[in-house]
């Protein structure tokens, strides 16, 4: 009850200004840090024509090179139980890109976890008409990216279909070994706030060569980088064959503001993908 008011308490305090979205990005923490920044994306799902939803998060424990399918068939929440497509399962099995994840490493993972109470909660009033396919991202190469973006992009051409890529933006802290600071920005958190807008206007342009350069130039420590990567492709792929989309940030937030080296803190962003 205590986690079904609190998803019903953030969701309330947003407005719906980009359904049906056909793939959101939002963020992973804890409710406490980012349940009200992640709100802002799971607000434009469309219960009534999603019937799929892929759920894209990264890999933190186990050293992946591919991407990773789990084992099991349904995967529990407290409000309820969300199936696995044995289906869609099937057809990405067949392509061979993918491995099994353990057991251990699907309950370990929070990329995904952190999902499915918010899925459950958007998807609540057709709760039993659609499935999820969890898929585990490792630490892609470019071209890596790329095939795993042109194998989804089918899959996202289908406005039945809803993508959710799980990342957080700049962990900054020694902690998180990472402490790019433009002093021009002003205090720390200012500075951080300037390098993941300048990430989220990228994703925004939805160009993978242009993130990947920017990462390659700040190591911004954008978590989910390898899925946002994939996204990304997947979307190029379909621009090619002529579909118009456009992606919005609509909530960006920090854990906490940095004001100096011994501070930490963990970035937010919501956004979502529309299909004109």
């Known amino acids: 009850?205590?986690?079904?008011?609190?998803?019903?308490?953030?969701?309330?305090?947003?407005?719906s200004t980009?359904?049906?979205?056909?793939?959101?990005i939002a963020p992973h923490a804890?409710?406490?840090?980012c349940g009200s920044c992640a709100a802002h994306a799971?607000?434009?799902?469309?219960?009534?024509?999603?019937?799929?939803?892929?759920i894209l998060g990264p890999s933190h424990h186990v050293p992946l090179s591919r991407c990773a399918l789990s084992s099991v068939d349904i995967y529990r929440t407290p409000l309820y139980d969300l199936r696995i497509d044995q289906k869609i399962y099937g057809e990405l099995w067949k392509t061979?890109?993918?491995?099994?994840?353990?057991?251990?490493?699907?309950?370990?993972?929070?990329?995904?976890?952190?999902?499915?109470?918010?899925?459950?909660?958007?998807?609540?009033?057709?709760?039993?008409?659609?499935?999820?396919?969890?898929?585990?991202?490792?630490?892609?190469?470019?071209?890596?990216?790329?095939?795993?973006?042109?194998?989804?992009?089918?899959?996202?051409a289908d406005p039945s279909n809803l993508f959710v890529v799980?990342?957080?933006?700049?962990?900054?802290?020694?902690?998180?070994?990472?402490?790019?600071y433009d002093e021009s920005q002003g205090e720390i958190y200012r500075s951080i706030e300037h390098l993941?807008?300048?990430?989220m206007s990228i994703i925004e342009q939805l160009d993978p060569v242009s993130f990947s350069n920017?990462?390659?130039?700040?190591?911004?420590?954008?978590?989910?980088?390898?899925?946002?990567?994939?996204?990304?492709?997947?979307?190029?792929?379909?621009?090619?064959?002529?579909?118009?989309?456009?992606?919005?940030?609509?909530?960006?937030?920090?854990?906490s503001q940095c004001r100096n080296w011994q501070d930490s803190s963990v970035s937010y962003a919501a956004g979502a993908l529309t299909v004109h």
């Open 1 to 15: 009850p205590q986690l079904n008011a609190q998803l019903e308490g953030w969701l309330s305090q947003v407005q």
């Open 18 to 24: 980009k359904r049906p979205a056909r793939a959101i």
């Open 30 to 33: 804890g409710y406490t840090y």
């Open 42 to 54: 799971y607000k434009q799902v469309d219960p009534s024509v999603t019937r799929r939803i892929f």
């Open 96 to 156: 061979g890109m993918f491995e099994r994840m353990s057991l251990q490493t699907d309950e370990d993972e929070h990329s995904i976890e952190m999902h499915l109470p918010y899925t459950a909660k958007a998807m609540e009033s057709h709760k039993d008409e659609f499935t999820i396919i969890p898929v585990l991202v490792g630490a892609l190469s470019e071209s890596k990216e790329q095939e795993f973006g042109k194998l989804f992009s089918k899959y996202l």
């Open 166 to 180: 799980s990342s957080d933006f700049c962990h900054w802290g020694q902690r998180f070994r990472y402490s790019y």
């Open 196 to 199: 993941d807008k300048m990430g």
């Open 214 to 255: 920017y990462l390659k130039k700040y190591h911004n420590t954008i978590c989910g980088r390898h899925p946002i990567g994939v996204l990304l492709n997947a979307i190029t792929e379909l621009q090619k064959n002529g579909m118009n989309m456009s992606f919005s940030f609509l909530n960006y937030a920090q854990s």
